[in-house]
């Protein structure tokens, strides 16, 4: 069935250097993604979102580049620190004709900041 | 504090206890959403509110699971007759009007079946 999924379980990273987080969606009519970081026993943090009208946004530290040509979004943090250690989750809103459906999230991927 | 709030935030049970879980969310949203979160697994959607209208149901894992919103504002999650398939993270999101707008999230209710 149609699912957003992620490309790597677990990625290690220096402290300092940049780490970029990838996401897979297979349905064409998302409209709206969401990237989630999550810490061990709390609920998932609002990082950053981008529209499909757009193909890249920026916040601090943190860059989202979403590529409708091959359903691809991703996650770029600059200058990992230990704090950013957690797991992220890409979800992407699928219209539903005037109801909503949720956001639907893929599995996550396990992001650990090497010292 | 002005986030989603949610209790208890573990709960313990015995298999075929009823349980229920309370959401308030950030006060001026009017959407409020419910999620089951599974170890490794992303949160997973269940139901949804817009005000105290429940607009989709259909997600529910089963009959047993049910929720509600009577004033529009805080939200309860009743599972009843517990399974231990039922043990995971529930989760409460809000967000104001819109289908493109960023939900929030709660800390969750750790539910355990024993």
């Known amino acids: 069935g149609e699912s957003v999924g992620l490309h790597l379980p677990t990625l290690s990273v220096q402290e300092g250097d940049n780490s970029i987080i990838n996401c897979a969606y297979s349905?064409?009519?998302?409209?709206?993604f969401i990237w989630y970081k999550q810490e061990s026993g709390k609920g998932p943090q609002f990082i950053i979102d981008?529209?499909?009208?757009?193909d890249k946004r920026q916040g601090q530290r943190v860059t989202v580049l979403l590529n409708k040509t091959v359903k691809h979004l991703s996650l770029q943090i600059a200058a990992t620190q230990p704090g950013d250690s957690a797991v992220y989750f890409c979800?992407?809103?699928?219209?539903?004709?005037?109801?909503?459906?949720?956001?639907?999230f893929g599995k996550g991927t396990h992001l650990i900041i090497q010292p | 504090d002005t986030g989603v709030s949610q209790d208890p935030r573990h709960k313990i049970t015995k298999r075929g206890q009823n349980v229920t879980f309370r959401c308030d969310p950030i006060?001026?949203?009017?959407?409020l959403y419910w999620y089951r979160q599974t170890l490794g697994q992303g949160p997973e959607f269940l139901t949804y509110?817009?005000?105290?209208?429940?607009?989709?149901k259909s997600r529910l894992l089963s009959d047993r699971f049910s929720a509600e919103r009577p004033k529009g504002s805080f939200s309860t999650l009743e599972i009843q007759r517990t399974e231990q398939g039922d043990s995971a993270m529930y989760l409460c999101?809000?967000?104001?009007?819109?289908?493109?707008?960023?939900?929030?999230f709660g800390q969750g209710t750790r539910l355990t079946v024993v």
């Open positions: 349905n064409s009519a998302s409209d709206y």
């Open positions: 509110f817009q005000n105290e209208a429940q607009l989709e």
């Open positions: 006060s001026e949203h009017n959407r």
């Open positions: 999101a809000s967000s104001s009007q819109g289908p493109t707008t960023e939900a929030f």
């Open positions: 979800a992407e809103n699928r219209p539903s004709g005037g109801g909503a459906d949720g956001l639907t």
């Open positions: 981008i529209r499909s009208n757009m």
